[in-house]
């Protein structure tokens, strides 16, 4: 009896001691909550330290040990808490602009934690090493006679370099560098031999305009229903291998020699000429129109010529069954089989691209591929965006270059092309990339 009772008074004190720790501990608990939640651990853009100090570098290396500081004291939360620092470099990047960078490493009293990775502080290595490199810019408020040094940004080394890059103007003179890569990428390498008309003469060049020649016009008159010089839009070819200018009279003026000699050739079509090419000193085409409705409907016939345009025979009449195109279609041969035709936008209807693979004979509509356009908030598709093929060509890489845009009313993303490539002469196109185009600078 008295054993029982003896357990049973062991058991009050024992209970009465837990209780009595339970108590402690919870207050202990909720004291340090208490001293936690007292604590005023500044941002880094509110921090400041005052300080009589000129140096730069003093004011960094004070300014960091005072901020991590915070860090260090008595109640910080285990997550937050640092045991100790080591400044291991300050330098002064710019003096003017008040930019320093400071190398230090910190031990965390918590293994890897979250709170610096998230805050982005530094690196982890080992023993709970954080390895910190910040780039500071430092801001002096002077108060009643007091200089304060705040940050305004902190970076890392390598944002800093950017950011100097951006404002030297570097970054802007690499992406004009850039664009006009970008553009010679795109450009047609035929471009290199052109004309310019000067003081009602015409001259050409086949160099990319370093040296230019006149042409003898041989009488012929190029001038347009105003008086005023010019050549005709698709009725001239300019190349190394033969020049052959045509006017709307069905006059031809023509050199195989890069200009040193010229000649007068003249067809006694019954249509306007609408297209002359020649691809060799012997083997030309030429489109003419030989009758036209309301709408800018156009009905032609397409002749070809092996003799240097002596004679011209005929071998088809385009792409439809009628031999309409539509006004200001374009025509481009690459060889005397492979050619390409655009027919423009006309009203209600899309513009198309051709390919012929028996010199113009026969045409088959070319299928373009399309992508997804970046913006899905709108209601469009990529075929209703770019949906204005221009005639392909061969770029300075010797690639065969197609470029789709918007027409004269699209305004989708700045303006942008799309632009694609093909390495089977146009039996398939691969898609490259959107591109905002340069200006048009030819004169040719």
């Not at 910190?132 to 009643?144: A, D, I, M, S, T």
């Not at 990319?208 to 001239?236: M, Q």
């Not at 113009?360 to 399309?370: D, G, L, R, W, Y």
């Not at 908030?377 to 470029?403: C, F, R, S």
Request: aromatic share 12%; glycine share 6%.
């Amino acid at each position: 009896m008295n054993f029982i009772k003896q357990h049973k008074k062991m058991l009050g004190i024992i209970l009465g001691i837990l209780i009595v720790v339970i108590i402690i501990v919870c207050s202990y608990i909720e004291y340090i909550s208490y001293r936690q939640s007292k604590m005023d651990i500044k941002a880094e853009t509110t921090f400041y330290i005052e300080t009589d100090a000129q140096d730069l570098s003093e004011i960094a290396t004070e300014w960091v040990n005072q901020y991590v500081g915070q860090y260090m004291q008595k109640y910080v939360p285990r997550s937050k808490k640092v045991d100790s620092i080591e400044i291991k470099s300050v330098e002064v990047l710019d003096e003017e602009n008040q930019y320093v960078q400071v190398d230090f490493d910190l031990k965390t009293d918590k293994k890897e934690s979250a709170y610096f990775l998230e805050n982005d502080w530094g690196i982890y290595e080992e023993n709970r090493i954080l390895s910190c490199q910040w780039v500071l810019k430092f801001l002096l408020r002077e108060e009643n006679q007091v200089s304060k040094y705040f940050v305004a940004n902190r970076m890392k080394p390598v944002e800093y370099q950017i950011e100097q890059y951006k404002e030297s103007g570097q970054a802007e003179e690499e992406q004009q560098q850039l664009q006009f890569e970008s553009k010679k990428y795109y450009e047609d390498k035929d471009k290199q031999c052109t004309y310019k008309i000067e003081n009602e003469k015409i001259y050409v060049t086949y160099d990319n305009r370093n040296t230019w020649r006149e042409v003898e016009t041989n009488g012929i008159d190029f001038r347009d229903s105003s008086k005023k010089y010019k050549l005709t839009d698709n009725l001239y070819t300019i190349s190394e291998e033969v020049t052959a200018i045509m006017n709307t009279d069905n006059q031809i003026i023509y050199s195989k020699d890069k200009g040193e000699n010229w000649k007068l050739k003249e067809y006694n079509g019954e249509g306007d000429p609408m297209y002359l090419q020649f691809l060799n000193a012997n083997t030309g085409y030429l489109v003419e129109v030989v009758d036209a409705a309301l709408g800018g409907e156009r009905f032609i016939e397409i002749l070809k010529t092996q003799d240097g345009g002596d004679t011209w025979i005929s071998v088809g009449n385009g792409p439809n069954d009628n031999g309409s195109i539509r006004d200001g279609a374009q025509f481009k041969m690459f060889n005397e089989n492979v050619g390409f035709l655009v027919n423009p936008v006309s009203a209600g209807e899309k513009a198309i691209l051709y390919k012929t693979t028996d010199g113009m004979k026969t045409f088959s509509e070319v299928q373009i591929p399309t992508q997804t356009l970046k913006d899905t908030t709108l209601d469009l598709k990529w075929e209703d965006v770019y949906d204005t093929p221009e005639m392909p060509y061969i770029n300075e890489n010797n690639q065969l270059i197609l470029v789709v845009g918007q027409g004269s009313d699209g305004d989708y993303n700045g303006g942008t092309k799309a632009a694609y490539q093909s390495s089977d002469m146009g039996d398939t196109w691969t898609f490259v990339e959107e591109y905002i185009p340069e200006p048009e600078e030819w004169e040719g």
